[in-house]
């Protein structure tokens, strides 16, 4: 591992899947219990609307989810899926997660995956989910951050619309993807980037370019606020971790694990370790590491271990 010691801090968290929720709330505050006393960072949870099989998860009703169930675990969401859903509705769950847990929601939006289907499928055109994009953050932050908003854009019209209680606390919004357009749109509208599927040459390069384009629009990003979502696979060695790995990405984008597999580290803890060093030299500080393990125990092991390395090293 080469280790790029540095004074900024490396937070490493948990994703709480469907699978983990299917368990009951009891298991779940046991889950989270546990993730405190392991010392992860955040909870982080997905979103999907109907994705390529009907398969999703809803972010923010997980996100409320783990909110109520433990007072103190911070959740960022990995990403919400912002062109299928209306600005104003999204500010007010918003609004209303931060009265259950001021002070600990990161919102993560971006546009999609692949899937162009599950874009269409509420009514979208999947062609303008960028725009729409642009245009629902600027509404979303206005309203989160207590203001009135009247605007008369391409796809929303407001008219003297506000969101009360405003959260107490700032919500940071995080712009999740790897395209060029997500990296603008990182720099310009969002408090920071949540990369996804792309080696660590690349985050060091998109980090670059994210830092560039917010100088040029005279905003800052702050060091910290930049991530990565990432799957990784724990077992005794890379065989098997790379089994039980593949076997879940393969159901869950219906494309050949060998795809994305350069992308995902797998094997022992320290092995994975080893892996997210790359990233973590590059500049990534938020790992929102979604796992796979023979047990859900085995998962967060393996995530702890990771997170113990990682501060070691980097920070």
Known sequence: MISARSELPVQVGFTVQSRHLRRGVSALRAHLDAMEDAGIDFASVLDHLTFWDGTGFDALTNAAAVAAAHDRMPVVTTVVVLPV???VVVARQVSTLCELAPGRLTLGVGIGGEDRHEIAAAGIDPRT????MDESMAIVRALVAGERVTCAGEFYELDDVCVRPAPVQPVP????GRSDAALRRAAHLGDGWL???????????????VEHEAE?????IDPLDFGIVIWCGFGRGARDAREVLAAEIEDLYKIPFERFERYCPHGSPAEV???????AAQ???RFSVISTGATVD?????????????VREFG
């Open 85 to 87: 859903r209306h600005p």
């Open 195 to 209: 990369g996804f599927a792309c080696s660590p040459e690349r985050f060091g390069q998109a980090r670059k370019v």
């Open 173 to 176: 919004m995080l712009v999740g």
């Open 273 to 279: 370790a080893d892996q997210l060093g790359a990233w």
């Open 283 to 285: 500049g990534c500080r």
């Open 129 to 132: 989910r960028g725009r729409r």
């Open 298 to 310: 085995d998962e967060l092991a393996g995530v702890a271990a990771v997170r113990e390395v990682l």
């Open 216 to 220: 040029l629009g005279r905003r800052a």
